[in-house]
């Protein structure tokens, strides 16, 4: 049953899923859809972690490219209450489970270097010290790194992956070189990037970066990725829109 600030969405894909989601909290968006089909995935992969899981889009969009087990890690009460009915809401209790925790140390309760993939759409921004922010507002910890920064991602994943593990995340292309940096620091060696660029002719406004836990070297730039066709409307691409059509378990 809905709550009074609850709506019911449907998630993007083909296979009917939904998603649960309050008025006053983090919605999920197109970083979502995008780091969910941008991650390589296949049938060696066997156990997914995905860290700030918020209400759970990243987990049930992956649930459409494979059958691995899927664990989602989420600080927030509320958020975690949200993930957990929308995993019953779409009937994938059997493959994904809903941690409440940290993700600082996570690795301890969840399994150390156990994980094939680990993937995250964290908060973008950096808390600075004139920053005016409430702290405990649920937008604010999902938009700013107030319980987890970069680093403690990083450091994290670096902890559940196996060797040869992979590590996919969405960001800001402001904080590119610090995250090469970081990721190089824990031995998370980038393999492929790509810029998304909102239209043709403006700057890219995301980065979709994989890593391996594995030997340096072989970064491939891939093509730019495009969200509307033009530079004026809001007509989605047809790579953007073969996102949304996506099948149940077509791993790729």
């Given at each position: 049953?809905?709550?009074?600030?609850e709506v019911i969405n449907n998630l993007f894909g083909y296979d009917?899923?939904?998603?649960?989601?309050?008025?006053?909290?983090?919605h999920f968006s197109l970083d979502s859809t995008l780091i969910s089909n941008f991650v390589s995935i296949n049938q060696k992969v066997k156990k997914i972690v995905d860290l700030g899981a918020g209400?759970?889009?990243i987990p049930l969009m992956l649930s459409l490219r494979t059958k691995a087990a899927i664990t989602g890690v989420e600080i927030q009460e509320e958020s975690v209450s949200l993930a957990r009915r929308n995993i019953e809401l779409n009937d994938l209790h059997k493959q994904i489970t809903i941690v409440q925790g940290d993700l600082k140390g996570i690795n301890k309760r969840i399994g150390h270097h156990q994980f094939d993939l680990v993937t995250c759409n964290p908060p973008f921004f950096k808390v600075k010290?004139?920053?005016?922010?409430?702290?405990?507002?649920?937008?604010?910890?999902?938009?700013h790194e107030v319980k987890a920064t970069l680093d403690d991602v990083i450091k994290e994943t670096m902890l559940l992956l196996k060797n040869s593990g992979t590590f996919a995340m969405v960001h800001r292309p402001d904080r590119l070189v610090e995250i090469l940096e970081i990721m190089t620091k824990y031995q998370i060696h980038p393999k492929r990037l790509r810029f998304v660029y909102p239209r043709p002719g403006k700057d890219a406004n995301t980065i979709l970066i994989e890593g391996k836990k594995?030997?340096?070297g072989g970064l491939k730039i891939l093509p730019p990725l495009y969200i509307y066709k033009y530079d004026k409307?809001?007509?989605?691409?047809?790579?953007v829109s073969d996102m949304f059509m996506r099948r149940?378990?077509?791993?790729?």
């Open positions: 049953m809905l709550k009074d600030n009917g899923l939904k998603v649960i989601q309050r008025t006053d909290m983090f209400n759970a889009p010290e004139d920053s005016n922010i409430n702290k405990n507002d649920y937008l604010t910890i999902a938009r594995s030997n340096p409307g809001t007509e989605y691409t047809d790579e149940a378990n077509s791993e790729s």
